[in-house]
């Protein structure tokens, strides 16, 4: 149950197309849901998060949809880039316990 | 933007020593610090999660032995590999939570450990 199942595992995008990443949960207690990226030899940055209360929050070219009934979510990168190229990792929390992360999907974005 | 700061961002060792690994948060103060590792590839493990001013509380299967962690500060958490060997070698990251920051977390730019 503590669990955060992340899809796919990796992912190519030409250059201008859409990324997509979904994230799936099953403890319905999470109230926090953030996106993380990770280049090589890096830690990871936030991004952009969520909590439960909203169905979508966007941020520049990166927005997060979440579906609370279908406990999932996704991180939709619009007009990639190359310099997208990286390691997203979603994560779920409760109020200010550990996150739990997801297993990690590698982005590369065709030039 | 919160700034947390880790040191060394590589380190390479011979077998059998101790390494420590320091993250410090810059321009906030962090009551909680989490550490985790990171093997190629793989996602984040977390190893243990550290509380200025109380001990650490270790992740199942971590040993608190071998991986030493002391929060003397509300900027400052550091983490010992003692006798290190060469299955510690790994990718190590810190996070920090803004003690008025709510959720959030900070991450340290990691550190690559090769044991000899």
């Known amino acids: 149950q503590q669990q955060v199942k992340q899809s796919p595992q990796s992912l190519i995008v030409q250059k201008g197309g859409i990324s997509i990443i979904n994230c799936a949960y099953e403890?319905?207690?999470?109230?926090?849901f953030p996106w993380y990226q990770q280049f090589p030899g890096k830690g990871p940055a936030l991004l952009i998060a969520i909590r439960p209360d909203v169905s979508e929050k966007k941020e520049g070219r990166f927005t997060i949809s979440f579906n609370k009934s279908a406990k999932q979510f996704s991180l939709h990168i619009m007009d990639s880039q190359p310099g997208d190229s990286a390691t997203y990792f979603c994560?779920?929390?409760?109020?200010?316990?550990?996150?739990?992360f997801g297993t990690g999907t590698r982005l590369k974005v065709l030039a | 933007g919160a700034v947390v700061s880790q040191h060394p961002s590589w380190v390479i060792c011979k077998s059998g020593t101790s390494v420590k690994i320091e993250c410090r948060s810059l321009d906030f103060q962090a009551t909680t610090m989490f550490w985790y590792r990171q093997f190629p590839k793989q996602s984040l493990m977390l190893m243990a999660t550290s509380n200025e001013g109380s001990k650490a509380t270790y992740e199942q299967g971590v040993e608190k032995d071998k991986f030493l962690i002391n929060h003397a500060s509300l900027t400052l958490s550091t983490l010992t590999v003692t006798s290190a060997h060469p299955e510690d070698s790994s990718f190590y990251i810190c996070s920090a939570r803004d003690r008025q920051g709510g959720e959030k977390l900070f991450f340290g730019s990691g550190t690559q450990l090769s044991v000899l």
């Open positions: 994560a779920a929390s409760r109020g200010t316990y550990k996150y739990i």
């Open positions: 403890n319905t207690a999470f109230d926090y």
